[in-house]
């Protein structure tokens, strides 16, 4: 095989439904961590107002004119991270900065936390990034965001290598 096919071959590597998979495993590793966190935190009483589970289920509801179903804020946020996000990990991690797993989790990681402080979160009413909820809510949306991209770019370097000594 030449360098160049082999370079091609590298960079296909992650359209494959192995891979994507894995990604989807991954990010939904990522999301159960990034759950037990939020729901500690709302346990200790830190920014009960933050709730992007609740926040999700009642834009739902509002855009179907149906009361708030919090089963649908669960299933959606479980879709967002693990498919979503975790799909998007396999599929753009030869493009995302660095060779190294964990800081590609960050990087999809600040991604994620961007797109939700310019999109969700104006939508549900919270302002430009949940300002309405106070300055702690971009800090603390950013922590978990962090954490959730670690444990992203962990999961699937573990499941890869996994995968290659079989």
Known sequence: MTE???TKKEN???????????????GLIAT?????LMMMKKFMGIMPEL??????????????????????GWVMH????????GSAFA????ILPTK?????????????WFIMMLGPMVMAGNGLFGLALGPMAPVMTFML?????????????????????V
């Open 12 to 26: 296909n590597m992650n359209f494959t439904i192995s891979n994507i998979t894995k990604g989807i495993i991954a």
């Open 4 to 6: 160049q096919s082999t």
């Open 78 to 85: 479980f879709m967002i991270g693990a498919v979503a996000w």
């Open 100 to 112: 190294n797993q964990l800081t590609k989790g960050i990087v999809l990681g600040i991604a994620a």
């Open 51 to 72: 709730d992007p589970v609740h926040m999700m289920a009642t834009m739902a509801a509002q855009k179907a004119g149906m009361e708030t179903n919090m089963m649908i």
């Open 32 to 36: 159960l961590v990034l759950t037990a």
């Open 145 to 165: 965001h962090i954490v959730f991209g670690v444990v992203l770019g962990f999961s699937f370097e573990k499941l890869t290598i996994k995968s290659t000594r």
């Open 91 to 94: 599929v753009l991690n030869n």
